[in-house]
């Protein structure tokens, strides 16, 4: 069975590159896509998916607040925090849960990308 | 009006990280598309002018000291050069957007700029006219060369207290 991934991020050119990442090259089922924070705290709530990928920068809620919203009802979850905005921020994030964090851009063609990719994703699901 | 030193500072910082600015410009284009950047037009301190481009993204971005703001400007003909198979013209646009925030995020975050620059807010891309007074800014701007498309890439620096807001 595959792997159930939530990809939460303000650009929808991004999401579908995405999407079709985490479904070509890594076998998941990207089960939703959302564009806000809002969005991705109701996506996890009805899909409690194996993994979810917050942008940092978005418009209505942060990727932050629904880190701590989702964290707070999900302990468990699996906090993926994707943004091209680094230290403190990401510090933040870490500090608060997530399980790791992704710096755009990403590169998605390249070899060395793809295997630290998948790294991340084999110590986020061996914590 | 600006006091000479202050301007001074704002215009040696600017040039200082004018490489950078193209090194994160050409990666966040670079990977988004997965195409090579061609420099078109060296990325230098030049006179601020008005950007004929058709369609402009902007990031603003600031501190108690600065605002800044970054741009990427392109004709309509070159987004569609760009997203050739794209039906949905907001997509090519948002992809833009993503490439904006890519820039900035990518250079607020290296040591270089922020030994200049500290710490910044930044915001979402918008493609509505920021309130930013040019006239009173150092810019550095530079031409990237995507295929037969051509990006006009700016950042643009004044120190907050010569009035306006980003």
Redesign the interface.
């Known amino acids: 069975m595959k792997r159930t991934v939530v990809i939460v991020d303000d650009s929808k050119f991004l999401l579908r590159l995405m999407q079709e990442y985490f479904q070509e090259v890594m076998d998941f089922e990207v089960v939703a896509t959302g564009v806000n924070g809002v969005q991705g705290v109701d996506l996890y709530r009805r899909f409690q998916p194996d993994l979810i990928c917050l942008d940092l920068t978005m418009p209505v809620k942060d990727g932050q607040t629904a880190l701590t919203e989702i964290l707070g009802e999900f302990p468990e979850a699996r906090v993926l925090i994707i943004s091209a905005v680094g230290g403190p921020s990401i510090l933040r994030c870490i500090k608060l849960g997530a399980k790791a964090y992704l710096e755009k851009p990403f590169r998605l063609e390249d070899e060395e990308f793809r295997k630290d990719f998948r790294q991340t994703l084999l110590e986020i699901f061996a914590k | 009006m600006l006091h000479s030193s202050q301007d001074e500072r704002t215009r040696d910082s600017i040039q200082d990280v004018a490489a950078e600015f193209e090194v994160c410009a050409r ?2 284009v670079e ?2 598309l ?1 195409r090579p950047t061609l420099l078109s037009k060296a990325f230098r301190l030049r006179k601020p002018s008005a950007v004929e481009s058709g369609i402009r993204c902007f990031i603003a971005s600031g501190n108690s000291d600065q605002t800044l703001m970054i741009s990427l400007g392109l004709s309509k003909s070159d987004l569609r050069s760009l997203f050739p198979d794209e039906k949905d013209e ?3 646009l ?2 833009i ?2 490439m904006v ?2 820039i ?3 250079l ?2 290296r040591p270089g700029f922020r030994s200049r620059f500290d710490r910044l807010r ?1 915001s ?1 891309p918008s493609f509505a006219a920021p309130s930013f007074e040019m006239e009173q800014a150092r810019i550095v701007r530079g031409v990237l060369k995507v295929g037969e498309a051509h990006l006009i890439l700016e950042l643009a620096v004044k120190p907050c207290n010569c009035g306006g807001k980003a």
């Open positions: 990666r966040a990977c988004l997965n907001e997509m090519g948002d992809a957007g993503e925030n890519i900035a995020g990518t607020f975050r930044t979402v």
